[in-house]
């Protein structure tokens, strides 16, 4: 503006005549005074429309969120909320989370479950059984599993995890599984109090009262050792496991067969014998059952926990008494004291040859007694065959002759 001024102060008018006011008065611009202020105009009204057109994509741009703001957007509320439940899950007490282990330490173990803190996995929450670190139980780095929350840690506000409740849960359901199928198990012997013994099973301790343990053997003399046991009642809710070994020792004698080769552990040793543990029965293996050689000192061939194979050579059920034999099962007289792993490796062919001259004796002596007794309507024919005394009768008999001989050992 004071440059404009300052033009039209330079300006000079003429003196002002007659000939002069009667003629109106038009000045002529000069270009070159005037050029600043258009110039000053023109970009004034560049910048107004700039501002105009800025104004204007405010406007559409906030109409736009106004009535349609994912207009345009590839991310929609429907991702939004698969985001949220992939990382966001109900953290209440009981619920069961996937997780994996990160880092291991010697009270527990760290695991991302995508909360917005790791949880902790505790040693004493990480198994059924007791523990002293995570490792033992196969908890390391990179291990993804199922755990349940059991608590909060209120200092930093992470989750408490942990496995020992769903491998609690499974192993009542196999315990129950296991008595519906009435199978025989091993337990072992952890405890015991007036009433009876402590036993693990599955992970649970269970209770075998004295008055079904098949031996009058007290608490001490049993703790350590695996017993053969039957469910007799399994409870969650009331947390009751009750077991029996003289159930699971019945259905073990119902098995044993005379001849029959059996796998037992020599227990003790005795002046007159060896007792032999065969699946949690007390069999005695007499001093002169060992070998077919005299045997004076019975150390000199067994030691205590020895593995062995043996002969059923007679079992009284009533007395719970099972009398034992490897010198049935020699090859030839005197392996057992020289060479017993040869005859443990025969002692099943030797076994069958027993049990055939057994059942050809026992058949034998049949005959003879039918020989003498033609009222019963059977007779021993020429060929071996036991049959009837009238040939027209169709009653099929016993072919002996495919009995083979009996070989003396």
Known sequence: MASSVQQFAGLRCPSLSSSH????????????????????????NA???????????FEEAYERCRTAPMQGVSFTFEDFDAALEKYDFNSEIGTKVKGTVFCTEANGALVDITAKSSAYLPVQEACILKIKHVEEAGIIPGLREEFVIIGENEADDSLILSLRSIQYDLAWERCRQLQSEDVVIKG??????????????????????????????????????ELPLKFVEVDEEQSRLVL?????????????????????????????????????ING??????????????????????????????????????????????????????????????????????????IAQAEAMARADMLRFQPESGLTLGSDGILGPLTPDLPVEGLDLSEVPLAVES
């Open 284 to 357: 005695l293996l007499h001093i002169s059952q060992i070998s077919h050689d005299r045997v004076s000192d019975i150390s000199t061939v067994l030691q205590p926990g020895d593995t062995l194979k043996v002969m059923i050579l007679s079992h009284d059920r009533e007395r719970g008494r099972v009398s034992l034999s490897t010198k049935k099962l020699e090859p030839t007289p005197g392996d057992m004291i020289r060479n017993p792993e040869l005859v443990f490796e025969k002692a099943e062919d030797m076994a069958r040859t027993f049990r055939q001259r």
């Open 21 to 44: 006011l009667s003629k109106p008065f038009s000045p002529k611009p000069q270009k070159t005074a005037f050029s600043p202020i258009v110039s000053a105009v023109a970009i004034s």
């Open 244 to 280: 029996s070994n003289r159930k699971a020792m019945a259905d073990s004698q119902a098995q044993l067969g005379i001849g029959s080769v059996v796998t037992g552990t020599v227990q003790s040793l005795k002046p007159y014998g060896a007792f032999i543990d065969i699946g949690g």
């Open 47 to 57: 910048q107004t429309r700039e501002r105009q057109k800025l104004k204007e994509m």
């Open 188 to 225: 072992k012997i952890v405890g015991g109090n007036k009433g009876g013994v402590v036993a693990v099973v599955e992970g649970i301790r269970g209770f075998v009262p004295f008055s079904q343990i098949s031996s009058k053997s007290a608490a001490e003399e049993l703790l350590g050792k």
